[in-house]
């Protein structure tokens, strides 16, 4: 398990994208069947897009560290809002990556593969001066620039993923709330650059749609939850396959529900399972009757 990737053959690149394992609440049917499936399938790399753990407690991180390095592929893990120490506010603000120690090498590492590169985009923060809870995404000023610098030294040709915890859509289409601050100018930096897609978690359900930017299209995938907190999908994966410049994503699950019965229509503005009119809910319709436990 390294953070780098040597050659490979070419062909078609399979990737599997997890997202939001919440050791502390993880699915242990769901963990046990996707690490079956790495070790079965053994796929080009492993993209994780954060929240790792519940509440970013130790033990929680213990775990979620045994759990990744016992992978035998190429691993890379964003951060996640649940992965920034909640209750020690000092290691918050001074030292938010210490529980990482063990799996410091992967940790919003850029993945090289045969003419493609997986890129890190930071989208947690500490704090946001512009709102309470800091639950959802803002991209710095400094993070697009450090995101942007590894996209533009790829030499030419190589097809570009990026690699985030919150999908980057600004606002909710519902009522314009304010979703990831900064989202639109990333989406149109990353469009103008011809970025292959805009890997994500977050919400806890799959999606992969398109947004229209001022620059172009951009592909949106999201990846649903191996944790117990399901929004309206039962917990899965995605599985990408890139051949060429196509680029095709099945949200793999034990139920074997259908990909396009699994994946949602629109970036809603949490994991929350969705109770008000107008929130989005995939077609499989998995809501649970009680929000799931956040403790
Ligand atoms: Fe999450
Ligand atoms: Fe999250």
Known sequence: MHGKVSQMPCGPIRLFHLSDIHFGLEDRRAIAWAKECIEGERPDAVAITGDLTMRARSREFK?????????????????????????NLYQRFFAPYRRFRAIESLVESQLDLPNLAIVPLRTTT???????????????ERALAHCLEAIDAQPEGTRVLVAAHHPLTERRERDNKLLTINGTKTMEALAGRKVMAILSGHIHDPFDLVAQTSAGPLRMVGAGTLSRRIRSTPPSFNEIIIDGDDLRVEARNLEH?????????????????????????????????VDPPVN
């Not at 035998?72 to 920034?84: C, K, L, R």
């Open 63 to 87: 775990a979620a560290c045994e759990w990744i390095t016992a992978l035998d592929v190429p691993v890379t893990v964003e951060v996640g809002n649940h992965d920034i120490p909640y209750f």
């Open 126 to 140: 500490r704090a946001q001066y512009q709102r309470f809870p800091w639950s959802n995404g803002w991209v710095t």
């Open 257 to 289: 529900v259908a990909t396009p019965a699994m994946q949602i229509p629109e970036v809603p503005e949490n994991a929350l399972p969705p109770r008000e009119p107008g929130d989005p809910v995939s077609p499989v319709g998995t809501v649970p009757s």
